[in-house]
Structures are given as structure tokens and as C-alpha cells.
């Protein structure tokens, strides 16, 4: 048995991509491994499940097929929840009513629907839930926002951010496919894929509620490719107004040209009325020259050290999660209560995402392959999805 006051028994709920990518460096080869111990692994793929069932030294009896199944037969403290985004919700809410904490990797879900009753029932059951949004951990944003809270730089009025993949990312013609199923970017937009970490680093900067978002397609690039062409967007544009009437414009997609400098291109400059500040995320110091091309390398994020510990702003953000947990037992109310607001669990960023799906789902189209969305308010979603009373409770 694991000491429940200095490390937590942890049930893994999906051993797919982002764990290959990502966590298992957190779980077994990092600075926060000794906060965690991994006491079970769900996942419907067999061979996901004893992939990582193998690395955490499970037995048999200890790999599930399901998330029901895993909440049921091991005594747990907590759970990671690595599914699809809107597959989040219902295990989420299981395990906090059988009395765990949660973990998942942004966005806390697909609708803020979904986010609000995850919210409910971590309060109602009085345990944490926590979002992995890794770019809240970034260096530079946590600098630009500790700066534009402060003061430094006065009203926020307007920004652009942009983050733009090559197009590898989307192509299913591209050997190895960087997402195993030909039709991702179709079942997808770069809203879901790539707005949520440029939506959410700028509302933790300013702290501004959003309160109409309107998005604009482009389907130009993807639907030429060959063999396999792609019905999606290579690029969206979303709008996002916010009730002090600032506004910001995020850009996204997946359609530069494998040449660019980096896997994802991006950037963002936020103006304020005491001056603005430009944010080189694509440009994080390191420059390769190689046989393969010239690259922007980012050991901001993920690198390996010497000793064999993996670290960088992708792994301590969600190991500053973990230790959330395992102080939650000790904290007062009020810390309690800070780590569970809207804006802590990235619910407006939730509502974001989904008004700009809907933007664009409500858009005219053109025949150059652009969708004009409409405009979409957020007073009026949220009160369609949570009903008029409970929809105050976000004002």
C-alpha cells in the first residue's frame, strides 16, 4: 500500500498517445515520480493497457478493459483520465463520487456543460480537479501574466496569437502519420487540437471574461491532398470578445509547409494601453542545423537530463497538480475553493472552443472553401446548455 500523506495510488484511465508522448515520463522518470504510484491501468486497447501495464509492473488482475471495472476492484486515491476530450466527463464524475481526486489533460471537456457538472460534483464531493493546461507552466507566460497583473502594461485591448502546425501534423499521406487514423483532422478541427492552449494562456493572463466568440474557416489546403484528401480546415480564425470590449484573434491550423522551422509555429503579441508584449514561443533558444533541415528545438517543454529525468514545463505541470492532491487534505477553504473557480479548471476556455464549433457549424459557406461562422454569445450558449439560473453563476 502506498502512503496516502506522501504519495497517491493512481488509476490511469487511458493508455493512449498522450501518454507515450507525454506522461509516462511524468509517472516514472521525473522529479515528481515519488508522488505517484500507478496501482491500475484502464484502457479498451489490450495492447495500450499492457503497454503500460508492463512499464508500471502490474498484474494481470490489475488491467482493465474499463474504467468501471478499475473503480470498482482497486482502492484508489485518485485517477488520471486520458480519453478524448468529451469522453471526460462521466468517468470524471464516477470517480469523484466514489471519492477520488482528478486528474485530465486539457480541456477539462468538449462542452462547458460537461465542465460545469465535473466542477459540481469535485465540490460537491469536496475533491480536487485538476486540468492539465501545460502553458500555464511555460516560463514566458507565467511571466507576461505575472507582469500584465501587476499592472505593468494597463487595460488589455487586443491580441493576436497564433499556432500553426506543419502540415505532416493533418496529412494522412504522410509516412509515419502523425495521428494513427487517416480521418483525425476530419473528426477534428484545429479548434479542439490547437485553439485550447492559445484560448486559455491568454484568459489566464488577463483574467477577462469572454463574451462572444465568432470563427471564420479555411478549407483550401487539405481537401487537395492525394490520394486521401481531408474535409477539414486548414486554418480557423477565431474572434473572441471580451466584456471590457477587448478582443482577441486566434489563429490556428495545420497546413504550413513541412519546411517551416518548427513541428508548430507560433507566437502571440498582446496589446494593452501602457504598451504591449510579444511572446517568441517558437523560438525557445534553441537552433539545430541538420542533414534533416533547420529546426527550432523547445527544451523548454520536455528534456532529458543526464541523470535520466525528464523535465521541462510539460512534465511539472501536471506534477504541480499532483502535489495539489496530496496537500488538499491540509488545505483551508479558501485555497480549496481558489483551486476549483471557472477559470482555475479552464471552463471558459471550454466555452470558447465550443462557441467557435458552433460558429463555424452556423456559417455561411463560400466557394472558396472559407466559412464565415456566426457570431455566437456566450450569455445566450451558457444559457441554452445550464439553464438561465445557472448560467448567472459564470457572469
Not at 477587448?246 to 504598451?275: D, K, M
Not at 496530496?326 to 476549483?340: C, F, G, T, Y
Not at 457549424?361 to 457570431?375: E, F, S, W
Request: negative net charge; proline residues 5%; aromatic residues 8%.
Amino acid at each position: 500500500m502506498c502512503d496516502a500523506k506522501t504519495s497517491l495510488r493512481l488509476g490511469v484511465i487511458g493508455a493512449g498517445s498522450v501518454v507515450r508522448e507525454i506522461y509516462q515520463h511524468l509517472y516514472f522518470h521525473s522529479q515528481y515520480s515519488p508522488l505517484i504510484k500507478i496501482c491500475a491501468v484502464a484502457d479498451p486497447v489490450e495492447q495500450c493497457r499492457n503497454w503500460l501495464g508492463d512499464l508500471a509492473g502490474l498484474p494481470p488482475e490489475r488491467r482493465f478493459a474499463n474504467y468501471q471495472d478499475l473503480l470498482a476492484r482497486v482502492e484508489l486515491d485518485a485517477v488520471q483520465i486520458n480519453t478524448p476530450d468529451h469522453l471526460h466527463c462521466r468517468p470524471a464524475i464516477d470517480a469523484l463520487n466514489a471519492g477520488l481526486h482528478v486528474l485530465v489533460p486539457k480541456p477539462a471537456a468538449a462542452t462547458c456543460r460537461d465542465v460545469h457538472a465535473m466542477l459540481a460534483a469535485a465540490k460537491s464531493k469536496e475533491r480536487f480537479l485538476g486540468v492539465d493546461f501545460h502553458k500555464r507552466d511555460d516560463p514566458r507566460i507565467k511571466e507576461v501574466a505575472a507582469r500584465f497583473q501587476s499592472g505593468r502594461y494597463g487595460v488589455f485591448q487586443a491580441a493576436v496569437f497564433y499556432m500553426l502546425d506543419k502540415l505532416a501534423v493533418a496529412d494522412p499521406n504522410h509516412t509515419p502519420r502523425f495521428f494513427a487514423s487517416a480521418d483525425f483532422a476530419e473528426q477534428n478541427t484545429p479548434v479542439s487540437f490547437l485553439t485550447v492552449h492559445m484560448a486559455d494562456a491568454l484568459l489566464n493572463i488577463v483574467g477577462i471574461i469572454p463574451i462572444q466568440v465568432r470563427a471564420i474557416g479555411y478549407s483550401q489546403r487539405l481537401p487537395a491532398l492525394n490520394p486521401i484528401s481531408v474535409r477539414g480546415y486548414d486554418l480557423v480564425d477565431t474572434e473572441v470578445l471580451f466584456q471590457t470590449g477587448a478582443v482577441a484573434h486566434l489563429l490556428t491550423g495545420w497546413a504550413l509547409p513541412n519546411t517551416a522551422w518548427s513541428t508548430t509555429v507560433q507566437s502571440g503579441r498582446v496589446i494593452c494601453s501602457e504598451g504591449l508584449v510579444d511572446l517568441g514561443l517558437d523560438t525557445p533558444g534553441v537552433k539545430e542545423v541538420h542533414a534533416e533541415g533547420t529546426a527550432e528545438v523547445n527544451p523548454l517543454f520536455r528534456n532529458f537530463d543526464t541523470n535520466g529525468l525528464v523535465s521541462g514545463y510539460g512534465i511539472s505541470s501536471p506534477g504541480r497538480l499532483y502535489q495539489q492532491m496530496l496537500a488538499w487534505s491540509a488545505m483551508d477553504n479558501e485555497k480549496r475553493a481558489a483551486a476549483l473557480t471557472p477559470l482555475a479548471v479552464g471552463f471558459y476556455t471550454t466555452l470558447v472552443l465550443e462557441a467557435a464549433e458552433k460558429s463555424l457549424a452556423q456559417g455561411r459557406k463560400l466557394a472558396t472553401g472559407v466559412t464565415l461562422g456566426a457570431p455566437v454569445d456566450l450569455k445566450e450558449l451558457l444559457a441554452q446548455e445550464l439553464g438561465a439560473a445557472t448560467a448567472k453563476e459564470y457572469d
